[in-house]
């Protein structure tokens, strides 16, 4: 499994439409699903949970729980559903997360979460890893910090992701909790020196080739989160600078290779928007971008038409037509 560069698990972004969007640009990366919760799996819908295309491989599962019973459920599900690795999402800092027992607020129960992971092993081939912060609300300490990793790792982990930042239970929004709380690198620098056996991804304020760079002198990978969302071309420049990869698609044929899945989708049922609301960051940056999103977002949200109409808009997006979007070649 190559953790080099991640794409990190984004509620309402990474669902199977960008993975297979980003997939099309990078073929190295590894990519996460969105938190799903245990339950959920284990419950409900299987099929449109947890179905995606071959090619978004290599594509891990983040499960979201604290019941050792049905994590360990859920693992042997995603397992039989193809994915690649299991990840445990012990960082989401939301109220209506904490609220049901999961994410960053597990961190005050590591005796819990070392169950649940030792459970989740045992019913699985596929590489179980976590996904935390380095601590919690007046909890930030790098010897707390340590102490939990340790617990974590006795259960035979050896993959752990660590976004650089403490959470705010209760006290901050999701968003806020993205960005008011300092960015502490050398906490997951020191873990990877403490534990140099242990697989170690950094995450957090990465957005750029040359930080990938940088932070993989120190520890074994890094996970870029919202840069990658809203910069997907990022991901290009990384295949090319980290990876070495000279074949490197444009953003033109990024979008023509797209138009063969979104009329497969669209076959399906799936409205125009819930695939391209994705590509709205392809031209960041590029003269002519603010365009391309107002084109998108005059024509991508067409309610009530029949397919002909919507496979004609479709049409407009192709390569030959970008150009003219965007005002220029790009």
């Given at each position: 499994m190559i953790r080099k560069v991640s794409v990190a698990p984004m509620m309402d972004c990474t669902d199977r439409h960008e993975r297979f969007f980003l997939r099309l640009i990078s073929k190295n990366t590894l990519l996460y699903t969105e938190m799903i919760v245990d339950e959920a799996i284990s419950r409900g819908d299987k099929k449109k949970l947890l179905s995606f295309n071959i090619n978004e491989k290599p594509v891990a599962l983040q499960i979201g729980g604290s019941s050792p019973k049905l994590l360990s459920e859920a693992t042997k599900i995603g397992e039989d559903f193809g994915y690649d690795?299991?990840?445990?999402?012990?960082?989401?800092?939301?109220?209506?997360?904490?609220?049901?027992?999961?994410?960053?607020?597990?961190?005050?129960?590591?005796?819990?979460?070392?169950?649940?992971?030792?459970?989740?092993?045992?019913?699985?081939?596929?590489?179980?890893?976590?996904?935390?912060?380095?601590?919690?609300?007046?909890?930030?300490?790098?010897?707390?910090?340590?102490?939990?990793?340790?617990?974590?790792?006795?259960?035979?982990?050896?993959?752990?992701?660590?976004?650089?930042?403490k959470a705010m239970l209760g006290k901050?929004?999701?968003?806020?909790?993205?960005?008011?709380?300092?960015?502490?690198?050398?906490y997951v620098y020191n873990l990877k020196r403490d534990f140099p056996n242990e697989e170690i991804i950094i995450n957090g304020g990465i957005s750029s080739p040359e930080e990938v760079i940088s932070h993989l002198k120190k520890v074994d990978g890094v996970m870029i989160g919202r840069a990658a969302y809203h910069t997907p071309y990022l991901l290009a420049e990384i295949?090319?600078?980290?990876?070495?990869?000279?074949?490197?698609?444009?953003?033109?044929?990024?979008?023509?290779?797209?138009?063969?899945?979104?009329?497969?989708?669209?076959?399906?049922?799936?409205?125009?928007?819930?695939?391209?609301?994705?590509?709205?960051?392809?031209?960041?940056?590029?003269?002519?971008?603010?365009?391309?999103k107002r084109y998108l977002s005059e024509n991508m949200c067409v309610r009530n038409a029949d397919i002909q109409k919507i496979d004609h808009i479709v049409d407009k997006i192709k390569y030959n037509n970008v150009d003219r979007i965007v005002g220029q070649s790009v």
């Open positions: 690795e299991i990840n445990l999402n012990l960082g989401c800092p939301s109220r209506k997360v904490e609220k049901n027992k999961f994410g960053a607020c597990l961190m005050k129960e590591p005796n819990l979460v070392a169950d649940c992971l030792s459970k989740m092993q045992a019913v699985t081939k596929l590489p179980v890893t976590i996904k935390t912060r380095i601590g919690y609300d007046n909890v930030e300490d790098y010897q707390n910090f340590h102490e939990f990793i340790s617990i974590l790792k006795s259960t035979g982990v050896k993959t752990f992701i660590i976004h650089a930042r901050f929004t999701p968003k806020q909790n993205l960005n008011i709380p300092p960015l502490k690198y050398d295949e090319k600078e980290i990876f070495k990869n000279k074949k490197i698609p444009t953003r033109q044929e990024i979008i023509e290779n797209l138009i063969p899945y979104i009329k497969e989708e669209l076959k399906k049922g799936t409205r125009l928007n819930q695939i391209m609301r994705h590509t709205l960051g392809l031209f960041h940056g590029q003269s002519g971008s603010s365009q391309w």
